[in-house]
């Protein structure tokens, strides 16, 4: 049976990131189990193949106050997607 942290735990002064196997015989698996700290090894590898993901990026410019005219956009530093340039 392997434990596996599923978010950082701090136990006996070392810092355990997500992803990480865990101590046994601690006392503390059935409190991480339970608290959903952490997984067995058989439930990790069951959820590795079940998350699916598409990539996302997020868009250039940052967010502020900018006036434009013809969008709803309100990126600084970014030219606006207007009708007119989507004909170009």
Do not use: D, H
Not at 9 to 36: H, R, S, V
């Amino acid at each position: 049976m392997k434990l596996i942290a599923t978010c950082p735990i701090l136990y006996k002064n070392k810092q355990y990131i997500a992803g990480e196997e865990l101590p046994l015989n601690t006392g503390m698996e059935k409190i991480w189990l339970e608290c959903g700290s952490a997984l067995l090894a058989e439930e990790v590898a069951e959820k590795k193949r079940r998350t699916k993901a598409r990539s996302v990026t997020a868009q250039a410019g940052l967010s502020g106050i900018a006036v434009n005219s013809e969008s709803e956009e309100n990126l600084v530093g970014r030219v606006p997607v207007t009708e007119r340039r989507r004909s170009k």
